[in-house]
């Protein structure tokens, strides 16, 4: 499994660049034929590569991945991938090629696979624009969804957040700065009170955030600001809120005169409830036992992932089933390597007792 991982991280991937993301997917088909005699179908959408694996006539159980991660070409020739003291490194080792590597695994010890389909995806790091569909489309009428992204440290993620993300665009005048400021209409001032509106959107007491991140305003010192262009992240735990939130935001008005505002966007990913999860946390708790495995812990979180998508189908849903370590997108992501071995008898495990 180290083999293929760095075989996986040295391959880099990242949804920027589609056509390295496809390279990357056809190492994984060569790894899949020689693992499990197999290689998987090619769907392209949008000029993005896709792989999906059907064994059998219908999806009992549906495992989901994605190929692409956020580093982009070139990391990997400062940050080599290594492995020291039992840990694993490198650009996407942790989120989530060592989730395939363990898939891969898990499959090649399963006696029969009728039942189960395998999808990984090329776009998941930007919101999965062009795989949404097909994951709603290949999820349908499964029994259970187990998704290979990167566990919570070491915990099962049994509950996620939903996405929403916007642009909020204000049009104002522009002015000379020092001569006639009172004839421009500020974009910028306007922008200052979207920002306040859109940050008292939160309720924190029920885990709702509303993040102004990135913010374009103004051309030169010395004049009045024309134009402002402000991304905002919204995290919701039900899809309450997250419809209390779009609303909210799509009301925005601007209170500077000669000022307008402008909202695109919407919600990206519905929330994945833990009573998704719930069923599939207990029976994998169950095998962990039976193989004698650490006891298996369950964690809440904030990102969104492609099971938020099968979980809203009203497909059982469990995730973080990928690789225990930490330092997703950031420079100190890692990897357990004995925990993959471990992991991969989970997996494979839960498959054949879900199939059974």
Not at 63 to 81: A, E, N, S, Y
Not at 198 to 227: I, K, M
Not at 271 to 280: D, I, V
Request: glycine residues 10%; negative net charge.
């Amino acid at each position: 499994m180290p083999g293929l991982l760095e075989a996986l991280v040295t391959a880099e991937s990242p949804t920027s660049d589609p056509g390295a993301v496809a390279a990357c997917g056809r190492l994984v088909s060569e790894a899949a034929a020689g693992l499990i005699g197999e290689k998987p179908e090619e769907i392209v959408v949008d000029g993005r590569t896709h792989l999906r694996w059907r064994f059998g006539s219908q999806t009992d159980v549906l495992l989901v991945g994605h190929l692409d991660t956020v580093w982009p070409l070139g990391t990997i020739d400062r940050w080599p991938f290594s492995i020291s003291d039992g840990i694993a490194t490198g650009p996407g080792a942790f989120d989530m090629k060592a989730g395939i590597v363990q898939l891969l695994h898990a499959l090649a010890r399963l006696p029969e696979l009728d039942g189960v389909t395998v999808l990984l995806t090329a776009d998941e790091e930007i919101g999965s624009p062009t795989s949404r569909a097909l994951i709603e489309e290949t999820a349908a009428g499964a029994r259970a969804a187990l998704v290979l992204e990167p566990a919570a440290g070491a915990a099962l993620k049994t509950a996620r957040k939903g996405v929403s993300n916007y642009q909020v665009s204000v049009q104002g005048r522009a002015a000379h700065a020092g001569l006639e400021p009172e004839k421009g209409a500020n974009a910028t001032v306007e922008m200052a009170h979207v920002v306040l509106a859109l940050t008292a959107l939160a309720r924190p007491e029920l885990g709702t955030t509303v993040t102004p991140t990135v913010l374009h305003s103004g051309t030169a010192t010395n004049v009045v600001p024309a134009e402002a262009v402000l991304q905002v992240d919204v995290r919701t735990a039900t899809a309450e809120e997250q419809q209390r939130v779009d609303v909210a935001v799509r009301r925005l008005v601007a209170s500077v005169p000669g000022t307008t505002v402008a909202v695109d966007g919407a919600p990206n990913r519905p929330p994945l409830p833990s009573s998704a999860s719930a069923n599939l946390f207990a029976r994998a708790s169950r095998l962990a036992a039976e193989l004698g495995l650490p006891a298996l812990e369950a964690a809440e979180v904030g990102g969104g992932s492609d099971g938020n998508f099968t979980a809203a189908l009203g497909v059982p849903t469990l995730d973080g089933l990928g690789a225990v370590g930490g330092g997703a997108h950031a420079e100190d992501e890692h990897v357990v390597v004995d925990a993959m071995e471990q992991r991969t008898a989970l997996l494979a495990a839960l498959v054949s007792d879900l199939l059974a």
